[in-house]
């Protein structure tokens, strides 16, 4: 397997930046750091990225996810392993990711449920957070970027 170029945002130094600027700001502190990680581990399986598939799994276990939970993110409705307020970051992740998937881009249900497990800075972050992984997705697998390729 090999990339069809260079990943975008390492070619244009000031994308790489503001890319990373935009992540480190989502990091908010009523947001838990362990639920941007499985954010970015269930979005980036919807959207195929392996680059961060790989990374964001590898950084979830480094920060202490478990491997029961990191292998049930894909199926986290059918598994007992996560509370509700990491069902609803997760609901509300795949919902954002899936946003022209139905009429109602972001539905009121999931939408107040975050909101009764999170504050509006949190959510916030959240969103920036699911907004971040989704562009990163985005151009790694259009460039067809490799798996285990970029470092943690």
């Not at 059918?78 to 997760?90: G, K, N, S």
């Not at 939408?111 to 959240?126: I, P, Q, V």
Request: hydrophobic share 45%; glycine share 6%; charged share 25%.
């Amino acid at each position: 397997m090999q990339a069809r170029m260079t990943q975008p945002a390492m070619l244009i130094p000031d994308a790489y930046k503001a890319m990373m600027a935009l992540s480190k700001a989502a990091q908010v502190d009523s947001l838990p750091e362990h639920i941007h990680e499985l954010v970015h581990l269930r979005v980036s399986q919807i959207n195929g990225c392996g680059v961060c598939v790989d990374m964001h799994g590898r950084m979830a276990k480094k920060a202490g996810e478990t491997d029961q939970r990191l292998f049930s993110v894909a199926a986290w409705r059918d598994t007992p392993f996560f509370t509700d307020a990491e069902r609803a970051a997760l609901d509300l992740a795949e919902v954002v990711t899936r946003i022209a998937d139905k009429g109602d881009a972001v539905p009121d249900a999931v939408w107040d449920e975050a909101a009764r497990h999170y504050d509006e800075k949190a959510l916030a972050g959240l969103l920036l957070t699911i907004s971040a992984i989704n562009v990163w997705n985005r151009l790694n697998a259009a460039t067809r970027q490799v798996a285990g390729t970029l470092g943690v």
